[in-house]
Every structure is written in C-alpha cells, then in structure tokens.
C-alpha cells in the first residue's frame, strides 16, 4: 500500500516523504511539483491566471492517478484535502499520515521563506492560525495516523510513521542499519 502526506504548508510534507521514501525504497511524488511540470509553471501563476477552481480540478486528476500506484510516497498540496473527493481518493487508496503542526512551529519554521504565496500576508501567524482552524478537521478525517511534527528531527518523523505503518500492518523493508 502507498503513504500519503497531508499537512498544513511547512508541516514537512515533502521533507519528511523524501526522506520515507529512501527507508522504505518506495518512489516518491510531490503532488505540487509533478503538477508544475505538468502546467509548465509555478502552482502561483496558475492560480493567478485560471484560479483555485482549474487548479484542484488538475490536483484531483493527479490525486486519482497516483491513487493507481501499488507502491509509493506521496507528498500532497496542503490544500489537497480541501475537496470531498480527494479525500476519499487518499484515504481509500492510500495510508494516510497527517503530519500535525501547530501555527505557532508552522510560523517559527516559515518566517523567513517568502516563497510561499498564503504566507506574504500582513500577519503570517493569523494566516496559519485560519489554515489550521479550516483544515485541521478534514485532515483529521482524511488520515489513518496523526504524527506531531513539533520539534523532532525529520529522521525521528521518519522513525515514527516507519513505527506507525508497521503497527498498521504495511510491510516496510529493514533500515540499511539493520543485522540480519
């Protein structure tokens, strides 16, 4: 079974995938970034140019798609799980791990970054705080396990899931590290 990501922007989505992907051997896929290669520019103009709508109409044919995957971690838009139907795509056809952050590491982590759009607000804290009021539920009713994000290191997320997926009975290879 393939792993999906959800998460508030900066909750590490695709850190964190990355990372789980080279531990379990299993392909990784940004959602975000296999959509730009796709439209042949930023997820920011297009959504400038076409709007929300034409956007997650494009982020839910990507969802269904990869849904097709036997294997595999994804990393999704965070506002992924803004429409009904992807969420019963993720949740039925992958395992799904909501990677919880609070606002206040969210903004600690994001600052100074000034490439993300939600972000370039005069109050980036009560930006995150709005995000996590609206999504936090349908994150919850999306995802199979809830892992904290707080402080630890992206190698301790990775323990963590790596723990949660074996307690879920998904299969996951030996860490390299591991006698055999």
């Not at 995957?69 to 969420?87: D, I, M, Q, S, Y």
């Not at 395992?95 to 109050?123: A, G, N, T």
């Not at 709005?130 to 994150?139: G, Q, S």
């Not at 994000?149 to 299969?171: F, K, S, W, Y």
């Amino acid at each position: 079974m393939a792993v999906a990501l959800v998460g508030l922007p900066g909750s590490g989505k695709s850190a964190v995938g990355r990372r789980l992907s080279q531990r379990l051997q299993w392909p990784f896929v940004d959602t975000d970034q296999l959509i730009e290669q796709r439209i042949g520019c930023s997820i920011r103009d297009y959504f400038d140019r076409e709007g929300e709508a034409s956007f997650r109409d494009i982020e839910q044919a990507v969802i269904a798609e990869l849904a097709q995957a036997p294997t595999g971690v994804l990393a999704t838009g965070g506002g992924a799980v803004l429409r009904e139907a992807n969420r019963h795509q993720l949740h039925r056809s992958f395992h799904v791990i909501y990677l919880r952050s609070s606002p206040e590491d969210l903004f600690r982590r994001l600052r100074h970054d000034v490439k993300r759009p939600l972000l370039q607000v005069q109050d980036p804290l009560g930006r995150l705080r709005e995000l996590h009021t609206a999504r936090d539920p349908l994150y919850r009713e999306t995802a199979h396990d809830i892992v904290d994000t707080g402080r630890p290191t992206v190698a301790m997320l990775v323990n963590l899931i790596v723990m949660q997926l074996e307690l879920a009975g998904i299969a996951v290879p030996p860490a390299d590290d591991t006698p055999i």
